[in-house]
């Protein structure tokens, strides 16, 4: 039986990450398959291992992220946050350092809503005088 040593939710736009941290030495598992072959991006595989770096703790843990909804981009936002949180339920001696960072506060950034009588949510639809 593996044990979680750590759990985590983090949000970003639309997408919701459940992130668990186990003992292990470094392996990052998103949705079944590893990190770099799930995120598009080497830049979006960054910004998941960002709390790592921070907390020198990049080859301590293997982590199991569990994500759905957005995009990769937003997607790669919500595992940052699910793991900056984990990792402070890990040890509290993270926290300072995470949220020196601004890891662990949630980026409530939204796509504002598509208002009735326009063309978007903030488009007007063309305005004809005559």
């Not at 990049?58 to 992220?65: N, R, T």
Request: proline share 2%.
């Amino acid at each position: 039986m593996i044990k979680n040593i750590g759990i985590g939710t983090g949000r970003r736009k639309t997408a919701t990450a459940r992130v668990f941290i186990r003992e292990g030495n470094g392996k990052i598992t998103v949705n079944g398959k590893d990190i770099a072959e799930y995120f598009a991006t080497a830049e979006q595989v960054q910004t998941v291992k960002q709390p790592l770096m921070v907390t020198a703790s990049d080859s301590k843990y293997d982590i199991l992220i569990n994500v759905q909804g957005g995009g990769l981009n937003g997607q790669a936002g919500a595992c940052l946050h699910g793991l900056a949180r984990a990792l402070c339920q890990v040890s509290e001696s993270n926290q300072p350092a995470l949220h020196a960072n601004g890891y662990l506060t949630r980026d409530s950034r939204m796509v504002e809503r598509k208002k009735y009588g326009q063309r978007g949510a903030r488009r007007r639809f063309q305005f004809s005088k005559r």
